[in-house]
T-cell receptor, first 109, second 114 residues
Framework: QKEVEQDPGPLSVPEGAIVSLNCTYSNSAFQYFMWYRQYSRKGPELLMYTYSSGNKEDGRFTAQVDKSSKYISLFIRDSQPSDSATYLCAMKYGNQFYFGTGTSLTVIP | NAGVMQNPRHLVRRRGQEARLRCSPMKGHSHVYWYRQLPEEGLKFMVYLQKENIIDESGMPKERFSAEFPKEGPSILRIQQVVRGDSAAYFC????????????FGQGTRLTVV
């Protein structure tokens, strides 16, 4: 069993839709939770991070963590074509970041 | 404020040659991570360094791979006697403090072994 599971998609939505991206994890020791966005052939770009259960909002993005269920989500409101990318969840424990395999998102104009 | 700089962006090596990948962290950052990304497999941790010290190399293959972060200059990931299976994108990330949750990635070096 992988430590971080993420549905690879691909996910295709119309412009303006609400997007929900999810990850589950198995290691209850994970303390910090992050979402990265990666455009094709580019490096991952940090979008959001949080360390507690609950919601954190930043503009059109909301990160949600449920430690009891070992489940994290990223919601994107009013999705734009420029949001088309691969979204990686990541979790930190000790010295390492543990990444999901990424969900490919396409927002259709 | 320049981001994490990696070079070269693309590197082609023949089997048996050495590959050297360089990473300059963000200004003020003293900790560097190296990750490898293979298609469909996500980012895999390789090594975590601070200047002049390897903190965690548990993700590094036991042979042919080494990393350093000298007092002056960039961090170097060295792969000796490359094989086709080493072909991948190698990403460096930096953070300002040990244990800091925010790590910022470079654009990566895409290594192709022919």
């Amino acid at each position: 069993q992988k430590e971080v599971e993420q549905d690879p998609g691909p996910l295709s939505v119309p412009e303006g839709a609400i997007v929900s991206l999810n990850c589950t994890y198995s290691n209850s020791a994970f303390q910090y939770f992050m979402w990265y966005r990666q455009y094709s052939r580019k490096g991952p770009e940090l979008l959001m991070y949080t360390y507690s259960s609950g919601n954190k909002e930043d503009g059109r993005f909301t990160a949600q963590v449920d430690k009891s269920s070992k489940y994290i989500s990223l919601f994107i409101r009013d999705s734009q074509p420029s949001d088309s990318a691969t979204y990686l969840c990541a979790m930190k424990y000790g010295n390492q970041f543990y990444f999901g395999t990424g969900t490919s998102l396409t927002v259709i104009p | 404020n320049a981001g994490v700089m990696q070079n070269p962006r693309h590197l082609v090596r023949r089997r048996g040659q050495e590959a050297r990948l360089r990473c300059s962290p963000m200004k003020g950052h003293s900790h560097v991570y190296w990750y490898r990304q293979l298609p469909e497999e996500g980012l895999k941790f390789m090594v975590y360094l601070q200047k002049e010290n390897i903190i965690d190399e548990s993700g590094m293959p036991k042979e042919r791979f080494s990393a350093e972060f000298p007092k002056e200059g960039p961090s170097i990931l060295r792969i000796q006697q490359v094989v086709r299976g080493d072909s991948a994108a190698y990403f460096c990330a930096s953070s300002p403090l040990h244990g800091n949750t925010e790590a910022f990635f470079g654009q990566g070096t895409r290594l192709t072994v022919v």
